[in-house]
């Protein structure tokens, strides 16, 4: 009986965190109507700016994969001197406000030495895709990074001793053997960063408010507009994310299986 009671209590917490999650997702849907969704996906500005939105998300995604990958590795397999503050450093970016994220990415990449380098080369920050990028990257590279983290952690050393031993080199046992055990882990880190950045809102509007970003474009309207003319943004911005990341998880859970 008591077992009854305890399980019972579980599953009544469960919905209430599953309702509260799921709720303003259905409401929004439901108040707008899938054929309103559509209409307000057809017009060229709310279309080029979830584009943009996945497109800019994507490569920040990609970028971080060929350099975080690799970090998260040698964090994972080595003890060295000043780990742990590297380790504080990549977490850095979820523990503080995301338009102070965006002040700091000005001071730091916008004046002084990095900006002369950037003048040099034609890249411009300010309302631009690379200043979105900079604003993404920087508050989702934290999930990419200990996700793979995590993943080799599981991955046995000795797989690559063995492999090693077989006259695998070092890299080859990296890729051949290492990366996809722990592709499960890196993937399911890349979609959480591609996520993050999706949603990304705070340091892009300090960088970057053009061109407009998703997020970007559901604030201008609500400020501008109102409720009415922001809430179909989000329920469009809602339905394909939605729709890609189930594809994804779908694709990973079964090549995984």
């Known amino acids: 009986m008591k077992l ?3 399980k019972a209590v579980f599953i009544i917490f469960s919905a209430v965190i599953v309702f509260f999650l799921a709720f303003p997702v259905v409401k929004l849907f439901y108040t707008n109507g899938f054929f309103k969704i559509i209409k307000t996906i057809s017009e060229k500005e709310v279309f080029d700016s979830i584009v943009l ?3 800019v998300s994507f490569y920040a995604t990609l970028f971080v994969f060929f350099t975080g990958v690799p970090l998260a590795y040698i964090i994972a397999r080595y003890d060295f001197f000043g780990k742990s503050v590297i380790e504080g450093v990549i977490d850095i970016p979820t523990m503080i406000p995301h338009t102070a994220a965006g002040i700091a990415l000005l001071v730091a990449f916008n004046s002084g030495f990095f900006a002369k380098v950037f003048d040099f080369l034609g890249i411009q920050m300010i309302d631009s895709k690379i200043g979105i990028m900079f604003g993404m990257m920087f508050l989702s590279a934290t999930y990419l990074i200990n996700g793979a983290k995590e993943g080799f952690k599981k991955v046995d050393v000795k797989y690559e001793y063995v492999a090693r031993t077989l006259g695998a080199s070092w890299f080859s046992a990296f890729v051949r053997v290492v990366l996809p055990n722990a592709r499960r882990d890196i993937v399911n880190g890349m979609l959480m960063m591609w996520a993050r950045g999706l949603g990304e809102f705070g340091a ?12 970007v ?10 409720l009415k003319y922001s809430a179909p943004v989000a329920a469009a911005m809602i ?4 729709v890609i ?6 694709l990973n859970n079964r090549k995984s299986g």
């Open 204 to 215: 892009v509007v300090i960088i970057a408010y053009h061109p407009m970003i998703a997020p």
């Open 239 to 242: 339905m394909f994310s939605l």
């Open 4 to 6: 009854k009671i305890n």
């Open 245 to 250: 990341f189930i594809i994804v998880r779908f």
């Open 53 to 55: 939105t996945f497109k």
């Open 217 to 226: 474009l559901i604030y201008d309207r609500f400020n501008n507009f109102g």
